[in-house]
């Protein structure tokens, strides 16, 4: 392995851990105010009999964010649905091939859905002045975390990706060496 890459793998790699835990934290706050907003719409509505009419806007608006701030988390973890099962039973130049066939085709998918849908679908909310019903601000900030993550889960892609190529296997799924 040469010098330059593992110095840019291992930074990668330490920018990718760094944000990961970013990610993790936000993902507690995030799921938390989920549940205090979901239960301030249980109480409001049964003790209060007057639901505030926010509070199911904003669940779905955190239920979103929390869905795909999990999406990147689980991917970072290699939580997240796979063949490995499968993919163990070959042989291992096989192994190696799916691990590249695997993120090169994530890879293309955050780009085109993520990141290009993504980004088209939150400049046409901004552009169309799109409002949330309930809440005071643009439906511009719900659709700003499709980008958000497919940037995320591309760079956790891209650092697997070159892990793999540079001969770190460690933690890589459905890899036996």
């Known amino acids: 392995m040469s010098m330059p890459s593992n110095l840019w793998v291992n930074g990668l790699v330490s920018i990718n851990n760094t944000l990961?835990?970013?990610?993790?934290?936000?993902?507690?706050?995030?799921?938390?105010?989920?549940?205090?907003?979901?239960?301030?719409?249980?109480?409001?509505?049964?003790?209060?009999?007057?639901q505030s009419p926010w509070t199911e806007e904003l669940a779905r608006f955190l239920l979103v964010w929390m869905a795909l701030l999990g999406i990147a988390?689980?991917?970072?973890?290699?939580?997240?649905?796979?063949?490995?099962?499968?993919?163990?039973?070959?042989?291992?130049?096989?192994?190696?091939?799916?691990?590249?066939?695997?993120?090169?085709?994530?890879i293309v998918f955050v780009l085109l859905i993520f990141i290009d849908g993504g980004s088209k679908v939150m400049l046409n909310s901004f552009v169309m002045d799109q409002q949330?019903?309930?809440?005071?601000?643009?439906?511009?900030?719900?659709?700003?975390?499709?980008?958000?993550?497919?940037?995320?889960?591309?760079?956790?892609?891209?650092?697997?990706?070159?892990?793999?190529?540079?001969?770190d296997k460690s933690n890589l799924p459905g890899v036996s060496d």
């Open 73 to 106: 988390s689980v991917f970072r973890q290699q939580q997240h649905l796979g063949i490995n099962i499968l993919v163990q039973k070959f042989d291992s130049s096989i192994q190696r091939w799916s691990v590249i066939a695997k993120n090169l085709i994530v």
């Open 132 to 167: 949330m019903v309930a809440l005071p601000f643009a439906k511009f900030w719900l659709y700003a975390m499709l980008p958000v993550t497919g940037v995320v889960i591309l760079a956790f892609s891209i650092e697997e990706l070159l892990r793999f190529v540079y001969g």
């Open 20 to 50: 990961n835990k970013m990610i993790n934290k936000a993902l507690i706050w995030v799921t938390a105010f989920l549940a205090l907003d979901v239960l301030w719409g249980v109480i409001s509505r049964f003790l209060l009999q007057s």
